[in-house]
């Protein structure tokens, strides 16, 4: 089953595809601690700046796994995205920063377009 292009959140053939379930079990692995600052992957754990953490902790939660830039400012509770160049090289620099903390752990912070992030699931090679 799936798409048989291999697009793994095709919306024709997504909802039946067996990768999906795995992927939704992949994301309860990944734990969040907001308090401590860590992220934990099957044992593998890492501290992170606190931005970083609450990203994922959202990420994590939330039923697409995406983010647009302007909701970032809610979660942060703050001015972090204006549209400016600056805020941009923020998101720039978390996104990089995430995916540091990420690297081992089998998932991957994406621009999914222009103003949105969106947290997936890395194949392991």
Avoid: W
Avoid at 4 to 24: D, M, R, V, Y
Avoid at 82 to 103: A, C, F, M
């Amino acid at each position: 089953a799936g798409c048989p292009a291999g697009i793994s959140n095709c919306p024709f053939h997504g909802a039946h595809s067996p990768t999906i379930s795995t992927q939704g079990s992949k994301f309860k692995k990944l734990q969040v601690n907001v308090y401590t600052n860590e992220i934990t992957m099957e044992g593998l754990s890492q501290k992170s700046r606190n931005q970083v953490v609450t990203l994922l902790d959202y990420l994590v939660k939330h039923p697409k796994h995406k983010i647009s830039f302007s909701e970032l400012n809610t979660v942060f509770n703050e001015n972090f995205f204006d549209g400016s160049q600056s805020s941009k090289r923020k998101i720039s620099n978390l996104k990089y920063e995430t995916n540091n903390v990420l690297k081992n752990m089998g998932f991957e912070l994406v621009r999914l377009s222009s103003d949105q992030l969106a947290l997936v699931t890395k194949e392991r090679n």
